[in-house]
Nanobody, 124 residues
Framework: QVQLVESGGGLVQAGGSLRLSCAAS????????MGWFRQAPGKERMFVAA????????DYAGSVKGRFTISRDNAKKTVYLLMNSLKSEDTAVYYC?????????????????WGKGTLVTVSS
């Protein structure tokens, strides 16, 4: 079965950095758009970033653009999210996502598979 396993979350001070990883199995990884979503306490899950199959196209939520970078390694079946200049409002559970559509559909919330999430806490 398809598994998306996130890692790299934790506690970091405001202004710091973290890199999240998501290892995929059970799917033909290179055929999937990969992305990240997050859900803050008491709020709905929201789109963070997406990357195309080749990695040549990326898209970001406005709130993280310029601070977060998404990348993927198709040989390792892993997608990454490098988060710099973290703010307290970035505190959330971060979910890895995979979809057979395109970057635009994932931006709109279209997701075939979800990971279980990893918690990122940014202290001010």
């Amino acid at each position: 079965q398809v598994q998306l396993v996130e890692s790299g979350g934790g506690l970091v001070q405001a202004g710091g950095s973290l890199r999240l990883s998501c290892a995929a199995s059970g799917l033909t990884y290179s055929t999937y758009i990969m992305g990240w979503f997050r859900q803050a306490p008491g709020k709905e899950r929201m789109f963070v970033a997406a990357i195309s199959r080749s990695g040549s196209i990326t898209d970001y939520a406005g709130s993280v653009k310029g601070r977060f970078t998404i990348s993927r390694d198709n040989a390792k079946k892993t997608v990454y999210l490098l988060m710099n200049s973290l703010k307290s409002e970035d505190t959330a559970v971060y979910y890895c996502a995979a979809d057979l559509g395109n970057v635009a559909t994932m931006t709109s919330g279209g997701v075939d598979y979800w990971g279980k999430g990893t918690l990122v806490t940014v202290s001010s």
